[in-house]
């Protein structure tokens, strides 16, 4: 398995500000993926972040609202930009170590409130 | 099209009464079934995953099974502590996981 972590673990931002989530996991891996999860509602992948290449988006999600780095085997970060209620939600950020075939491990979550 | 359904939606039993979830899916090059366990307001659990149909898996109270079409996640004797909402997800083709909805699993002492 990974230990991945999450910063911040929650934030209360004003409408139409950015903010950016950062996820760091204590062992290299090959994939990370960044999720969405509503209240209630079960996760939506928004992009897979691939070291050395830019970010796969999921239909409905694009590169100028939820900018993706992935400068290393270990480090991503997740912006969201130009925050609007709609945005209030938790992230998670998710990896794929390889050793662990197609299982996925999962941070803590970012709870995000937009006002 | 890729597809996961859990049911029941929410299931409530007495502490030591047994039970099972449900998953079903429909994928097109199954690349495992997931089981995962998710407390509110923190990331999901892994908890199991299985290749094959046949394959049996356990932790616990816990054990999951895998059909050709459908995951069972069996509870036995619960305790409140395994209150939580439980997540199936199966991986495809694409390396993505497609999750289902869940079930929130309430145990009452």
Redesign the interface.
């Known amino acids: 398995?990974a230990v991945?972590s999450q910063k911040p673990s929650r934030d209360i931002c004003q409408r139409g500000t950015s903010l950016t989530i950062q996820c760091q996991v204590d062992s290299q891996v090959t994939?990370m993926f960044w999720y969405r999860q509503q209240p209630g509602?079960?996760?939506?992948?928004i992009a897979?972040a691939n070291q050395g290449s830019e970010a796969t988006y999921e239909s409905g999600f694009v590169i100028d609202k939820f900018p993706i780095s992935r400068p290393n085997l270990t480090f991503s970060t997740l912006t969201v930009s130009n925050m609007s209620p709609e945005d209030s939600s938790?992230y998670?950020c998710?990896v794929?170590t390889g050793a662990?075939?197609?299982?996925?491990?999962?941070?803590?979550?970012t709870?995000l409130t937009v006002l | 099209e890729d597809q996961v359904t859990q049911s029941p939606e929410a299931l409530r039993l007495q502490e030591g009464e047994s039970s099972s979830l449900n998953c079903s899916y429909t994928v097109s090059g199954l690349r495992g079934l997931f089981w995962y366990r998710q407390d509110p307001g923190k990331g999901p659990e892994f908890l199991f995953t299985l290749y094959s149909a046949g394959e049996e898996k356990e932790k616990e109270r816990l054990k999951a099974t895998l059909t050709k079409k459908e995951s069972f996640l069996h509870i036995t004797a619960p305790k409140p502590e395994d209150s939580a909402t439980y997540l199936c997800a199966v991986g495809n083709s694409n390396y993505q996981l497609i999750w289902g909805a869940g079930t929130k699993l309430i145990i009452k002492p």
Do not use: E, N, V, W
């Not at chain 1, 509602?41 to 992948?45: E, V, Y």
């Not at chain 1, 662990?100 to 979550?109: R, V």
């Open positions: 398995s991945i994939m509602q079960s996760l939506t992948l897979t938790i998670l998710g794929r662990a075939g197609d299982t996925q491990y999962f941070g803590p979550g709870r």
